[in-house]
């Protein structure tokens, strides 16, 4: 199983991860949480099936997300995002918004030049 | 109906890949497994080359063979893509170069091997023909594996 590989250094969440753990505000499973990524990025980002399953155990194994107990479909494992997951988005919205902020201040620094 | 099929060479626990067979089915496909038989026995233990750690030996039930999870879905115009993560397709590809890898490293044991000298010269042709042949996918999956690597360093 590959690590996929978030908070190193500078701190920065995959897409994928960000897409997961946005995904499991709500309670959700596998299917749940693809459809949710389909439909958000409208189609632009579509998770395969042994990427989503490998980025639903490292995020399980990290302990940023909870699995749930569905007695009525053991085979569908649902899971939610626990508050360690939160601050981690929380950190990375943080992280998105002044890069934002970064690019939009430096291409308009640029047009104005 | 019309079935699309993908195969998993993605070496895993018998615990895990039960959960991820599940995994699977909770997605809505088809997932069958398929025995590789890449193991070699003594009695009842197995010596399985691609496993990892404590891994590699097994004794008991469903541990004893590599498998290959073949999925199916039906055909809706959708591309079928299991790995879709530059990490992921870097590491399903290494999986596949390294059982060529290890065919060769048995072919060049045999080549060694003092066995073949007894025997005349055509098996070290046809050993010669075989380690070439092997050397093509080795180089192509290393050209693919780079590349993904070089790709994953700017994108995701």
């Known amino acids: ?113 | 109906m019309t079935l699309r099929r993908n195969g998993s060479t993605r070496w895993r626990q018998y615990g895990k890949i039960q959960d991820y067979k599940d995994f699977l089915s909770g997605l809505g496909y088809k997932v069958l497994a398929k025995n590789l038989n890449l193991n070699m026995s003594f009695g009842k233990a197995r010596w399985r080359p691609f496993g990892r750690g404590s891994g590699q030996v097994a004794t008991s039930p469903g541990g004893y063979n590599k498998e290959i999870l073949i999925i199916e879905k039906k055909a809706d115009g959708e591309s079928f893509d299991v790995h879709t993560s530059y990490d992921d397709l870097i590491a399903y590809y290494q999986s596949i170069r390294g059982m060529y890898i290890m065919l060769l490293s048995i072919v060049i044991a045999f080549w060694e091997s003092r066995f073949l000298a007894s025997i005349g010269s055509i098996p070290y042709a046809l050993l010669a023909i075989a380690m070439v042949l092997l050397l093509i996918p080795i180089v192509l999956y290393s050209r693919r594996i780079s590349m993904y690597k070089r790709l994953r360093m700017t994108n995701e």
């Open chain 1, 1 to 113: 199983m590959i690590d996929i590989r978030d908070n190193i250094r500078g701190g920065a969440l995959t897409e994928t991860t960000l897409l997961v753990l946005l995904a499991l505000y709500r309670p959700n499973h596998g299917y749940g949480i693809s459809q949710f990524v389909a439909q958000e990025t409208a189609g632009r980002v579509k998770l395969g099936a042994g990427t989503l399953y490998g980025a639903i155990d490292n995020l399980s194994r990290k302990k940023w997300i909870t699995p749930l107990k569905d007695e009525r479909c053991a085979r569908r494992k649902e899971y939610i995002i626990n508050d360690l997951g939160k601050k981690m988005v929380e950190n990375e919205l943080s992280r998105l918004n002044e890069m934002m902020r970064l690019a939009a201040r430096t291409v308009k620094e640029d047009g104005d030049g």
